[in-house]
């Protein structure tokens, strides 16, 4: 009896690792401006079309506002302005990829979802550094991933917003589900 429970137990922590693997080295690419950007899939948890967006007085204009997602508010960020990047008109391709940060879903405004690539730990490299502007770009940038003859810039979802910015539109948030 003893073995069945200690077979039983050894099973219930056996986890596949082929199951455990299957996103690792995974990146949802994306485009905004002339560069392709990469996520670790394990922090997207879908890709939406463009919706209407509340906005948040007073916020950093990268942070566009709030949307609401099947009853959850979910604050919007426009990676392209979050990037210092000039604005962009959006269109039919731009769309919003739902990614968790620090235990909050965020949505990132993207122009256009390029495809989703394996890239190996050893085709990723460190972002170089040659002076301030690269500095301000790679604070979100942990690695470059060369995938064939092409390179994508992999970014830390973490990074994304400051903390000052998460409290910002944790609070909006708590407004908005308050006054509904």
């Given at each position: 009896?003893?073995?069945?429970?200690?077979?039983?137990?050894?099973?219930?922590?056996?986890?596949?690792?082929?199951?455990r693997?299957?996103?690792?080295?995974?990146?949802?690419?994306?485009?905004?401006?002339?560069?392709?950007?990469?996520?670790?899939?394990?922090?997207?948890?879908e890709?939406?079309?463009?919706?209407?967006?509340?906005?948040?007085p007073?916020?950093?204009?990268?942070?566009?506002?709030?949307?609401?997602?099947?009853?959850?508010v979910?604050?919007?960020?426009?990676?392209?302005?979050r990037?210092?990047?000039?604005?962009?008109e959006?269109?039919?391709?731009?769309?919003?990829?739902?990614?968790?940060?620090?235990?909050?879903?965020?949505?990132?405004?993207?122009?256009?979802?390029?495809?989703?690539?394996?890239?190996?730990?050893?085709?990723?490299?460190?972002?170089?550094?040659?002076?301030?502007?690269?500095?301000?770009?790679?604070?979100?940038?942990?690695?470059?991933?060369?995938?064939?003859?092409?390179?994508?810039?992999?970014?830390?979802?973490?990074?994304?917003?400051?903390?000052?910015?998460?409290?910002?539109?944790?609070?909006?948030?708590?407004?908005?589900?308050?006054?509904?």
């Amino acid at each position: 009896m003893d073995e069945e429970i200690e077979l039983r137990k050894q099973m219930e922590d056996y986890v596949d690792p082929y199951e455990r693997d299957t996103q690792k080295g995974k990146y949802m690419t994306f485009k905004s401006g002339k560069e392709f950007f990469g996520l670790e899939i394990q922090y997207v948890n879908e890709i939406i079309q463009l919706q209407t967006i509340t906005a948040i007085p007073e916020t950093e204009d990268y942070i566009k506002g709030l949307i609401n997602l099947r009853g959850k508010v979910i604050p919007v960020v426009d990676v392209r302005l979050r990037f210092k990047q000039p604005p962009f008109e959006y269109n039919d391709r731009t769309c919003i990829i739902v990614i968790s940060v620090k235990s909050m879903m965020v949505g990132l405004i993207v122009e256009q979802i390029a495809e989703v690539v394996e890239i190996r730990e050893e085709n990723i490299l460190p972002p170089p550094t040659f002076g301030r502007v690269d500095k301000i770009q790679n604070k979100y940038v942990y690695g470059i991933g060369k995938v064939g003859d092409a390179v994508k810039l992999l970014l830390d979802p973490d990074k994304l917003l400051n903390d000052e910015d998460l409290s910002v539109v944790e609070q909006a948030s708590e407004m908005n589900i308050e006054e509904e």
